[in-house]
């Protein structure tokens, strides 16, 4: 017999009871976070407390990222194949949570009366409509709420140094993302998000804006947009659909400003989203200053590799026609191959669909906050067509370009503004085995001029000053108050 119960008593936590002999060892196992639970009792009787809270690079304990995770018990022979107790859905604080013959889910903690289309509308006619004043706050967010990450990240710790007493609110997809110290999340969908989304003076994003949105009065988005784009973009996307073509003009309208890292991305991004005779600020990126004179001590630390191994990381962009991250290199192959730490990020888009890899020198760094810091630690980046390449060249480190689908890639799914092949500030190769031999054997020295040609054409005015650019931008028109 088993028993099983969610507790609030000190955090959230599942909690099973049973007869018979101890496990050895009771689990839950997602596919970006997995917990031990604690064992007492013995002989006849056992319990198990299983948190659901986890910390990941040494960050701070939160609640469990949302989504499936399987209740693994070891070592009692009468719990196994025995159908764990199930539980209905349950409001927990931090999360919700529902168990089901083995199977934990967990979703954030929204309450059930607007986790639907009819309360999700009636929340947006509540905001959209309220007659109150503006509040001198900023509202970020990065990737959908998926991390605290990138551009807006950056700006959010200038202006903190700048402006201290601007609120900030961070739209999260779930309380397991970290927001910046003194930020106040805000998960998505929830009366707070909708509030405050609606209430702040400025809003900082790096992609489209969800759901229902029209700007009141006074209030001004900041779209510092995501990287420097390789791929076609919105309307220069392959094919003509009108409502694409719609959605692209209707989304572009909601901004005031854009952020762009170099001319080229203003350009680019300016034609794309048909953006036309309205600001875009060519500052650099902001996410890369700490790329001028950053430490990567403590990221490593937080990963656990040592200050002599040599890292690679291997991040390449998402793809139409596939939900989870491409499998083009085994990365403990190439970790044993080049003596090497293999990091392995995937693009934002798979975060919650993939599943982490795992092997001997292998970290999945998919779920960590802020790429940033990993290109910062990376002595070697491995990408595709992923617009990384324009931040790590910020490093001057060696870049290798694995690109085994190029010829569908650049005909049938998206098409690029430029020969990445001609251009490349590094190896363009097919295969592992040519990847392995390019990092063994290649002179990084034979793109040197390619480099310095790339570097000055994209890097121009990344130099560490990007976030104060910006932020004084924002002051100076006065988008926040400072005091």
């Known amino acids: 017999m088993m028993d099983a119960r969610f507790s609030t008593d000190a955090g959230a936590a599942l909690l ?13 196992i997602g596919s970006r976070a997995r917990v031990r639970g604690s064992l007492s009792g013995r002989g006849t009787t056992w319990k198990a407390t299983l948190p659901l809270r986890a910390s990941r690079w040494g960050g701070a304990e939160l609640p469990l990222p949302s989504g499936e995770y399987e209740l693994r018990i070891v070592g009692a022979e009468s719990a ?6 199930s539980i209905p859905l349950s409001q927990l604080g931090t999360l919700r949570a529902s168990l089901d013959a083995g199977t934990l889910t967990i ?5 059930p009366a607007y986790d639907s289309g009819e309360g999700q509308a009636a929340l947006d006619r509540r905001y959209a409509t309220r007659p109150a004043a503006l509040e001198n706050a900023v509202f970020f967010e990065s990737f959908y709420g998926r991390n605290a990450s990138c551009n807006p990240l950056a700006i959010d710790r200038e202006l903190v140094r700048r402006a201290p007493g601007v609120t900030r609110y961070w739209s999260v997809v779930d309380l397991s993302v970290q927001v910046p110290d003194g930020a106040v999340p805000v998960v998505d969908g929830s009366p707070e998000w909708w509030r405050a989304r609606g209430a702040a003076r400025l809003l900082v994003v790096n992609d489209w804006l969800r759901r229902t949105f029209a700007r009141r009065p006074g209030q001004v988005v900041i779209q510092t947009w995501h990287g ?13 659909d009108p409502r694409r073509m719609a959605a692209v003009v209707k989304e572009s309208r909601r901004w005031n400003v854009l952020v762009a890292q170099n001319p080229y991305a203003a350009r680019i991004l300016g034609k794309a989203y048909a953006f036309l005779r309205r600001p875009i600020w060519v500052e650099g990126y902001p996410r890369n200053d700490v790329l001028v004179a950053g430490d990567g001590a403590a990221t490593r630390e937080a990963l656990g590799i040592g200050p002599d191994e040599r890292v690679l990381l291997y991040a390449p962009t ?28 995937g693009h934002s888009r798979t975060l919650l669909p993939g599943r982490d890899a795992e092997g001997p020198r292998v970290v999945d760094v998919t779920g960590f906050p802020d790429t940033s810091r990993l290109l910062l630690v990376a002595d070697a980046l491995i990408t595709d067509y992923s617009s990384v390449m324009f931040d790590y060249s910020v490093t001057g480190k060696p870049m290798y370009f694995l690109v085994p689908d190029i010829e569908h890639y650049r005909g049938e799914l998206r098409g690029f503004y430029f020969d990445l092949v001609a251009h490349a500030p590094g190896p363009v190769v097919r295969t592992q085995t040519e990847l392995i031999d390019a990092l063994q054997t290649g002179d ?29 931008r924002i002051l100076d028109q006065r988008l926040v108050e400072t005091d």
Request: hydrophobic letters at 40%.
């Open 16 to 28: 099973l009871s049973g007869t018979g002999a101890r496990p050895s060892s009771v689990e839950l």
């Open 80 to 85: 196994d194949g025995e159908p764990t107790t």
């Open 107 to 111: 979703g954030p903690p929204i309450d």
């Open 228 to 240: 420097t784009p390789l791929k076609r973009l919105a309307l220069h996307r392959p094919g003509f």
């Open 318 to 345: 998402w793809r139409d026609d596939r939900t989870q991250m491409v499998d083009f290199i085994d990365p403990a192959a190439l970790a044993a191959a080049t003596d090497s730490v293999v990091l392995v990020r």
């Open 444 to 472: 990084p020295s034979a793109f040197s001029a390619a480099y310095a040609q790339w570097r000055q054409k994209f890097n121009a005015r990344d130099d560490g000053r990007a976030a104060e650019r910006v932020v004084n």
